[in-house]
Nanobody, 125 residues
Framework: QVRLVESGGGPVEAGGSLRLSCAAS????????MGWYRQAPGKQRELVAVISRGGATNYGDSMKGRFTISRDNTKNMVYLQMNSLKPEDTAVYYC???????????????????WGQGTQVTVSS
């Protein structure tokens, strides 16, 4: 079964830091793009950051200069270092894997798209 599991969320004071991690299940062979999205109550899900297998990155405008995304292709893991956190960063953060080559219950499949269950980040002022 293909799964993404996030960790590292929690409460933090404004100005603090958190590091999120996302681990893909061992049935995944390769992932083209991994990333993080977030959704605050009453708002649409938005891009936080994405990173290609080759290391190219893209960030949401409000995250530039504060957040850093990285990945370990050998472990199929993606990380998000969040610094200078603000109350408006409060949201559920979701890990995404796009362009996945994985072994599924139906055999090996390509070009799949998966989401994690999300991890809550709460920034207090």
């Amino acid at each position: 079964q293909v799964r993404l599991v996030e960790s590292g969320g929690g409460p933090v004071e404004a100005g603090g830091s958190l590091r999120l991690s996302c681990a893909a299940s061992q049935t995944i062979f390769t992932i083209i793009v991994m990333g993080w999205y977030r959704q605050a109550p009453g708002k649409q899900r938005e891009l936080v950051a994405v990173i290609s297998r080759g290391g190219a990155t893209n960030y949401g405008d409000s995250m530039k200069g504060r957040f850093t995304i990285s990945r370990d292709n050998t472990k199929n893991m993606v990380y998000l270092q969040m610094n200078s956190l603000k109350p408006e960063d409060t949201a559920v953060y979701y890990c995404n894997a796009f362009g996945v080559d994985a072994m599924t219950n139906s055999g090996r499949r390509y070009g799949l798209d998966y989401w994690g269950q999300g991890t809550q980040v709460t920034v207090s002022s």
